[in-house]
């Protein structure tokens, strides 16, 4: 995921079994950055780079409201 401040602007999906892959992730951030690339220059602030397993975290809620 690429932040802007607070603001998300792009989630890509990846491959899990890559990340090990040298350079896997640095592929998906050159290219937000190269399509946002207008939008990084007049923000004030730099992008963040943020990966996380989503299907874990959807899977966690999904339970928790379940078993409420």
Known sequence: MMYLGNDLIEAVPVNDKDLRVPGYLGKFKRYLKQKYETLIRTSAEQPEFLVCDTDFH???????????
């Open 58 to 68: 959807i899977q966690k809620i999904t339970e928790r409201k379940t078993n409420h």
